[in-house]
């Protein structure tokens, strides 16, 4: 026994002295962590604070973010947690399932919501206006509402993460109260979270990468032709088989599939390669001119747009803040409402896809995009309002 704790201290000592040596020479680069805090301001080292406690944690704090094997410990540390013991390193927004499924946690509090989104009606009203406005314009404003990982996969999800033991109330209150009432209002829209849940019921496997928040590139796809499908018939276009990319279930993954896997710093979870395709040729048919406002989720619809004959010179309004070129696949712009060119161009679209993710719900993740449009309609100037509280 004595002789095992003296090899566990002398090999603890080792590794510390390696990494010190590591730190001042640099004979070894460290492992790359994903998605690192960025440092803190350091605090001065005065021996006033010696008995505070706080000289002793900045001291600790300097030696952990100098020590030049930091990246090797903190994912050999992150891999036992994970492998071992069914866990995520504190502080990460990452809950771990059965089987090793990775869930954000804004998605597992998603479905243990017990509020009665009575604003989800508000937000339907909004829409309706906006959407019967601008359709007299000629112009269709298309909302797609989209499903959690939690909601498709919530088999995978291990009990004590569960506020309800059957159907959450969030099916019910939430994304059931906002469908319903979009459909009161009369509003054409795309029940994608209807189609998620079709698409896993009748393929029997699942829409959600294992290690990855967003759909799969199948179901993506499945949501994106319906919505293409359906506003062509608003609008009055005809568009032709090869006009939108065909779906297959084994179809190659347009996002990162391991987005929540590699933020773990993990051995044996690399990042996924950045996908990256040469420009597309300019779009054949310009009666369909689009723009597509919303969340992450709606990268895929930017990825796909590329292999239409209309899509090819559309822009994504990423959370309406960073504008992404589609042909291009950069970002070039802020969105800024007051500016003549971001309304001419926008204001040269005939369909706006905008993404409604039911886990922020009642918050849209097109944020003041209607306001802007409707303020660039009617040529004032926008001003942004305070956001409700």
């Not at 005809?238 to 773990?264: E, F, H, K, S």
């Not at 960073?322 to 409402?337: L, S």
Request: proline share 7%; glycine share 6%; with cysteine.
């Amino acid at each position: 026994m004595r002789a095992r704790y003296a090899l566990f201290v002398v090999t603890i000592w080792l590794l510390l002295v390696a990494g010190v040596v590591n730190a001042r020479f640099r004979l070894i680069a460290d492992a790359r962590l994903f998605d690192a805090t960025p440092p803190r301001p350091r605090e001065r080292l005065a021996f006033s604070k010696l008995w505070s406690g706080r000289f002793q944690a900045e001291a600790e704090r300097r030696l952990e973010a100098w020590w030049g094997l930091r990246g090797y410990a903190i994912r050999t540390d992150n891999t036992i947690n994970y492998r071992l013991f069914g866990e995520a390193r504190p502080g990460k927004p990452i809950v771990v399932g059965h089987d090793g499924w990775l869930f954000h946690v804004e998605d597992t509090g998603f479905i243990s919501r017990t509020d009665v989104c009575t604003r989800c009606d508000e937000l339907a009203a909004r829409l309706a206006r906006a959407q019967r406005a601008w359709l007299a314009g000629g112009r269709l404003l298309l909302p797609i509402v989209t499903a959690a990982k939690t909601t498709t996969e919530r088999d995978r999800l291990p009990e004590r993460w569960r506020r309800f033991a059957g159907e959450p109330r969030s099916d019910r209150e939430v994304t059931g109260r906002f469908v319903a009432a979009l459909e009161r209002e009369g509003v054409v829209f795309v029940d994608g979270h209807r189609l998620m849940l079709e698409l896993r019921r009748t393929t029997g496997r699942p829409v959600f990468p294992r290690l990855a928040r967003h759909w799969d590139a199948y179901p993506a796809c499945q949501v994106f032709t319906a919505a293409i499908a359906k506003a062509a018939g608003a609008l009055g276009v005809t568009l032709a088989a090869d006009d939108v990319p065909t779906c297959a279930p084994d179809m190659v993954g347009l996002q990162n599939i391991r987005d929540l896997g590699y933020v773990l710093n993990v051995w044996g979870i690399p990042a996924a390669p950045s996908p990256s395709e040469a420009a597309p040729p300019p779009p054949t048919r310009t009666d369909l001119r689009v723009a597509v406002i919303g969340t992450s989720f709606m990268w895929d619809f930017v990825r796909l747009l590329r292999r239409t004959t209309f899509g090819r010179d559309a822009r994504f309004y990423y959370y309406d803040d960073a504008i992404f070129d589609v042909a291009t696949q950069r970002v070039d712009a802020k969105v800024d409402a007051n500016d003549p060119a971001w309304r001419t161009w926008t204001l040269g679209r005939n369909l706006y896809l905008v993404d409604l993710y039911e886990a922020y719900l009642p918050e849209a993740g097109f944020g003041p995009f209607l306001d802007q449009v409707d303020a660039a309609l009617a040529d004032v100037p926008y001003v942004p309002t305070a956001p409700r509280r």
